[in-house]
């Protein structure tokens, strides 16, 4: 089983353009879910996460309200998503490791 990378807060406001801040409070607030690290409370990131919150962002920046940022991550992220696996899935064939 392959293991995820993780990002700890600042890596994933880095990452994700959203200050640290707002990303505490979105993953409070239950809009991303990081998963906590084992040995510790510390917040740890995905990749999907870093995702969502470059998203609502932008959608926040125009204007949207919190709760409609929410609803339109939840029908457009699995569509990043397939798109993401459909063009790994090109490239392996195009490597030739089908």
Do not use: Q
């Amino acid at each position: 089983m392959i293991e995820e990378t993780t990002y700890a807060l600042d890596e994933a406001a880095k990452a994700s353009g959203v200050p640290p801040r707002t990303i505490r409070r979105w993953a409070t607030n239950g809009l991303l879910k990081p998963r906590r690290a084992t040995r510790s409370a510390h917040r740890r990131f995905t990749r999907r996460d870093i995702l969502s919150a470059k998203i609502v962002y932008a959608l926040r920046t125009e204007g949207v309200a919190i709760e409609t940022s929410k609803d339109i991550l939840a029908r457009i992220l699995p569509m990043f998503e397939a798109e993401c696996l459909m063009r790994i899935s090109e490239v392996t064939r195009i490597a030739g490791h089908n």
